[in-house]
């Protein structure tokens, strides 16, 4: 029975029906068409640019948004905003003048400073400075962690052109004022107008001021400044951003600041565009120091790695004259502690330095509902520690917490390092 069995079964193979070998065609033109689709659809991937994840600072999209000269930026920016420029343009000055200010405005600089593009050859060379890394920690906070003491924002792009002259270590540093928001809002009542002053530091080198705004609490700036700088001692620079408020009395009121710090900030790869928080220099930050970090994260490990390098200017708590720091790293996801890393601890060091990497296991699809807290935290005998100061980083931050974010998902895979300022608990 076996042996009949399988000469029939054979039988079949080498003679099949002829409905059978329809099937095993119509199976084989199948399986043609899926692969031929396929690679349509790799092919068709490959011409296409990978999409960024946070697309504010990818240079693509800056260059479609602002275009790649400033006349470009002109006509889209203008033809974007006519309507709520129609309400202002009737109350705004041309141009700054003495008249505009009392006699301290001179403060602010000589007048031919203040045209839209700077020319460079009346401009002294910029020799090397010290290291901004030796403002004070006021000056270095960028943009502030909550908004307890902002005073508005300020939509900004940064740019560097290198020389074309070859062997030239020179450039132009170009900087546009975009947009403000909340710049005549303050608590004694709202200015009447407002202006930005650019500066560079930590000189305070005068860059431009803009003409003053009035009647407007989105106010169009769209005005771009260009200062030669060095290209050796392009990172050792800060720029700071000031706004006045011009009272009724046509005082100039010092109404906030923002600070960058351009080692911050990669110039001379891809520009830099940002909304700043300006800070209330009226009062005063808590700062107990500053902490360097740096973040990367490999999406196809989707880990994130944290780096804690260093501390500087550390302010013990009750003023003690001694301490042991050491630095806790959290992980939260909507405010709840879902991991916790810690480094080793340094004896009496108001400067000390960790170098040390803590590694976080995070999904691609949660890394936006996630932030970091770093707290900076002083070594006691039961070994709980005693809480220094820390830093908020994540999407859900403000200032140079979420930009620090927001450059770290700009560039997957490669660290970004930012010097943060630590707020007391």
């Not at 006045?244 to 351009?262: H, M, P, Q, T, Y």
């Not at 990669?266 to 940002?274: K, Q």
Request: hydrophobic share 40%.
């Amino acid at each position: 029975v076996c042996v009949s069995l399988c000469v029939c079964l054979m039988s079949v193979v080498r003679n099949p029906p002829g409905w059978e070998v329809g099937i095993y065609l119509v199976g084989f033109f199948v399986l043609l068409g899926v692969a031929g689709l396929n690679i349509w659809k790799l092919w068709k991937s490959g011409t296409f640019p990978a999409p960024s994840p946070f697309p504010n600072f990818d240079y693509r999209y800056l260059q479609e948004k602002y275009g790649t000269s400033f006349s470009e930026v002109r006509q889209k920016r203008v033809a974007a905003n006519n309507h709520r420029r129609t309400s202002t343009t009737s109350s705004r000055k041309p141009s700054l003048a003495l008249g505009d200010t009392p006699d301290g405005f001179r403060d602010l600089g000589h007048l031919e400073l203040m045209s839209r593009e700077l020319d460079p050859t009346g401009l002294a060379q910029l020799n090397r400075s010290i290291s901004t890394d030796s403002l004070s920690s006021i000056s270095s906070i960028a943009n502030n962690f909550g908004h307890d003491f902002t005073v508005g924002q300020l939509e900004v792009t940064l740019e560097f052109e290198q020389s074309r002259h070859p062997g030239h270590g020179t450039g132009l540093l170009h900087i546009t004022l975009h947009q403000g928001k909340d710049l005549l809002e303050r608590e004694e009542g709202d200015f009447p107008g407002c202006f930005i002053r650019v500066s560079l530091g930590p000189e305070e080198l005068n860059v431009g001021v803009t003409r003053v705004q009035t009647n407007a609490f989105t106010v169009i700036f769209d005005e771009r400044f260009s200062i030669p700088v060095d290209l050796a001692s392009l990172e050792e620079y800060s720029l700071r951003f000031a706004a006045f408020g011009i009272d009724a009395d046509e005082r100039n009121i010092s109404a906030g600041v923002a600070d960058l710090k351009l080692s911050d900030l990669d110039l001379t790869i891809r520009p830099f565009n940002a909304w700043l928080y300006l800070q209330d220099v009226n009062k005063a930050v808590d700062a107990v120091g500053e902490i360097l970090l740096s973040l990367s994260y490999l999406p196809t490990a989707e880990r994130l790695t944290v780096v804690v390098a260093k501390c500087k200017n550390l302010v013990w708590t009750n003023g003690k004259t001694t301490a042991d720091p050491f630095v806790k790293v959290y992980l939260l996801q909507d405010g709840r502690k879902i991991s916790k890393k810690k480094t080793s601890t340094k004896r009496d060091d108001t400067n000390p330095i960790f170098n040390e990497a803590m590694i976080f296991s995070v999904p691609s699809i949660v890394l936006q509902e996630l932030s970091l807290r770093v707290t900076v935290a002083e070594a006691t005998d039961d070994g709980r520690g005693e809480n220094l100061g820390h830093v908020i980083i994540g999407p859900e931050a403000s200032g140079i917490g979420i930009t620090h974010w927001n450059q770290m998902l700009a560039t997957l895979r490669k660290p970004v390092s930012m010097w943060h300022p630590l707020r007391r608990i």
